[in-house]
Every structure is written in C-alpha cells, then in structure tokens.
T-cell receptor, first 113, second 111 residues
C-alpha cells in the first residue's frame, strides 16, 4: 500500500472548468513533487516544494497552479486546460529534496475534453 | 546535460529465465542512481538507490549493480508477477530535487 494518497483517481473536465488534484503523505517527508506522465513515457517533473516553499518550477504553464498548505498536503489547481494536458498526474515525496528517493502516489488520471 | 538510456525497450522472458536490464547514464557528479518498478496505470514504486561504483543492492529476485557508466538490474528466476516497467533515474549532486529518468524497460514474464 502506498503511503502517498492522491485524489481523485480519475477526473474528466472541460476546457473551461476549474478543478484540483490533492495529495497527502504522512511519512514526515519535507519535499513534495508533482510529475506528469504520458503513456509509455517516463514521469516529467513539474514542481517541487521543499519545506512548504516552491523550490522548482519546470516552466509549467500558468494554467497549472501548485499549492502546499502544510508539510503533509500538496494541491494542484487546474484551470483552462487543453486536451493535450490529459495525462497521469503523479504526486511524490522524499525525506528532503537532496535524498532523491521518491515515493509516488498511485496518480490521478486526468482527461480534458 | 544528464542523460539516461535504458535497454532493451521491451523484454519477454519465460518464467524462471534469468536476465538483466541495462541503464547507461551520463551525469556530472552522481548523487544517486535509482530503480523503480511501475505497474500499468499506477505510480512508480521505489526499489533501490545506488551511490557509488561497485555498490550492489538485493531484494527478493532483483539485484542492482552500479559501475561508473551503467547500472544493471538482474532478475533471477522471474515470476509472472515481476512483469512491469522498470525505470532507472539519476540525480546529480548539483541538481537536488531533479531526477532524470530513462524511458524504461517493459518486462513481460510468461508462465
């Protein structure tokens, strides 16, 4: 069983909708990540939070807006997405940013119509 | 720029037929090399971290090894439940928080 929990597991949204993906971990990790994964491709880094502060933004379009309310929670707010944004969105955590060992959630499968 | 190349892209084995997956890497100052297993539609599951050439790690039927240019994931007497995509990733000392992933090897083990 994964210790990183993501909700919802599946999300279908129109291009004008606003929705959020949520992630929670209770391992005491201080780094949390959002990755995007397309079919048959490796995960692609989007954002990294370290000690609740945004540390890395991989030039992600502003229609994706991350938020880290506390050390256990990570959100990804979605607005005005495009069909090409359809993908598996993965949350991960690590003890701290430098350790590199990532613990992933099961992902949120997003479909944009 | 850090690079990771995994081979083969796909591997089909009979149950009990041992083999190896390869991960070749180029990184400026290796902090760590990581192996993950990913089942279809799920998030990757962390398997191993290797830090320096000569290091080996084992877990059940899996053994990971590291040289200065590549890592191998040896699978001994695989079972159908070992079928998955295996991902290799590296992190440079100067790039905390950023792992560079390979494209993965999809392993299928037939009973």
């Amino acid at each position: 069983d994964t210790e990183v929990t993501q909700t919802p597991k599946h999300l279908v949204m129109g291009m004008t909708n606003k929705k959020s993906l949520k992630c929670e971990q209770h391992m005491g990790h201080r780094a949390m990540y959002w990755y995007k994964q397309k079919a048959k491709k490796p995960p692609e880094l989007m954002f990294v939070y370290s000690y609740e502060k945004l540390s890395i933004n991989e030039s992600v379009p502003s229609r994706f807006s991350p938020e880290c309310p506390n050390s256990s929670l990570l959100n990804l707010h979605l607005h005005a997405l495009q069909p090409e944004d359809s993908a598996l969105y993965l949350c991960a955590s690590s003890q701290v940013m430098v350790t590199g060992e990532l613990f992933f959630g099961e992902g949120s499968r997003l479909t944009v119509l | 720029e850090d690079q990771v190349t995994q081979s083969p892209e796909a591997l089909r084995l009979q149950e009990g037929e041992s083999s190896s997956l390869n991960c070749s890497y180029t990184v400026s100052g290796l902090r760590g090399l990581f192996w993950y297993r990913q089942d279809p539609g799920k998030g990757p599951e962390f398997l191993f971290t290797l830090y320096s050439a000569g290091e080996e790690k084992e877990k059940e039927r899996l053994k990971a090894t590291l040289t200065k240019k590549e890592s191998f994931l040896h699978i001994t007497a695989p079972k159908p439940e070992d079928s998955a995509t295996y991902l290799c990733a590296v992190q440079a000392r100067t790039n905390a928080g950023k792992s560079t992933f390979g494209d993965g090897t999809t392993l299928t083990v037939k009973p």
